[in-house]
């Protein structure tokens, strides 16, 4: 069974920056990619950024592109993902995902393991 769990988020101003933080266990987390996505009230879950495996490649939301990285270290099986020059349009319930299988998926259903979410929420 594989468990996300993520935390870092909370209420910032506008122009502000957060670290997202997901650590992960129950699979070897070096072997697959793994992904953000957020889900703002009344709207679908939103892909952010994705890193492979290895680290490389990354990608990203255009949405974020240039404001956000994501970075992971697999000594601790651990997925970050940092944001800058945040937005109140930034505001949403962050998720790390994990996939079923290999590759550098950027669709949601193409992702098996979820964590419960972080809040993020920026004030204008």
């Known amino acids: 069974q594989v468990q996300l769990v993520e935390s870092g988020g909370g209420l910032v101003q506008a122009g502000g920056s957060l670290r997202l933080s997901c650590v992960a266990s129950?699979?070897?987390?070096?072997?697959?990619?793994m992904a953000w996505f957020r889900q703002a009230p009344g709207k679908d879950r939103e892909f952010v950024a994705v890193?492979?495996?290895?680290?490389?490649?990354?990608y990203y939301a255009d949405s974020v592109k240039g404001r956000c990285t994501i970075s992971r270290d697999n000594a601790k099986n651990t997925v970050y993902l940092q944001m800058n020059s945040l937005k109140p349009e930034d505001t949403a319930v962050y998720y790390c995902?994990?996939?079923?299988?290999?590759?550098?998926?950027?669709?949601?259903?193409?992702?098996?393991?979820w964590g419960q979410g972080t809040q993020v929420t920026v004030s204008s």
């Open positions: 129950g699979r070897t987390f070096r072997r697959y990619a």
């Open positions: 995902a994990a996939p079923l299988t290999s590759g550098v998926p950027v669709r949601s259903y193409e992702y098996d393991y």
């Open positions: 890193s492979s495996w290895s680290g490389l490649p990354t």
